[in-house]
């Protein structure tokens, strides 16, 4: 069965710490995407990576970071330095980036609470 | 500055007729445009699409259409089932966003028994 897997689902931490958000799939997709969703408000593009051991920021990246050993793996971390990380993270994946970008899959989601 | 905007947060429809959910924007360079629906507490799942080459797209119940000159995109369900009460995102890529999605707010869709 193909797809993106997201874990955990739901996941809390206290404020200063570092939270890595695991993102899996295994549909052999090229580009993979992290989101932010906040209520009441469009999907806000985090991170992206097109293809292994290369990624682009997004709108907001700013207090995030990720890594793309694996074809199958993009792991978003969220730092200290993120000043309001409490929000809904979903993580998508493509065919292809670039041009020839056209529909995201998207995971279930993980809805990060800092207390 | 919102490139893509839903100005309708929410809109209530009776079971078996027609929904239209609307989306505008600003970008005349969006070249793709796409429809995706949400569950709460799930990732969206894509629905339809359209390239700015066409005007219409039709999928089973769903067709889009879009109005380049209006710079208007919208969404037809017909007829409307329980099952489409959900969040319905429309989202557009351009070059000049490097081609990744710019979404709208979102519209909440509840179909009424």
């Known amino acids: 069965d193909g797809g993106i897997t997201q874990s955990p689902k739901y996941l809390f931490r206290k404020e200063g710490q570092n939270v890595t958000l695991s993102c899996e799939q295994n549909l052999n997709h090229d580009a993979m995407y992290w989101y932010r969703q906040d209520p009441g408000q469009g999907l806000r593009l985090i991170y992206y990576?097109?293809?292994?051991?290369?990624?682009q920021k997004g709108d907001i990246a700013e207090g995030y970071s990720v890594s793309r050993e694996k074809k199958e793996s993009f792991p978003l971390t969220v730092t200290s330095a993120q000043k309001n990380p409490t929000a809904f993270y979903l993580c998508?994946?493509?065919?292809?980036?670039?041009?020839?970008?056209?529909?995201?899959?998207f995971g279930p989601g993980t809805r990060l609470t800092v207390l | 500055d919102q490139q893509v905007k839903q100005n309708s947060p929410s809109l209530s429809v009776q079971e078996g007729r027609i929904s239209i959910l609307n989306c505008d924007y600003t970008n005349s360079m969006f070249d793709y445009f796409l429809w995706y629906k949400k569950y709460p507490a799930e990732g969206p799942t894509f629905l339809i699409s359209i390239s700015s080459i066409k005007d219409k797209n039709e999928d089973g119940r769903f067709t889009v259409f879009l109005n380049k000159s209006a710079k208007h995109l919208s969404l037809h369900i017909v007829p409307s089932q329980p099952g489409d009460s959900a969040v319905y995102f429309c989202a557009a890529r351009s070059m000049d966003s490097n081609y990744q999605l710019i979404w709208g707010a979102g519209t909440k869709l509840i179909i009424k028994p």
């Open positions: 998508a994946s493509s065919i292809y980036g670039g041009p020839l970008t056209d529909t995201q899959y």
């Open positions: 990576s097109q293809i292994v051991n290369d990624f």
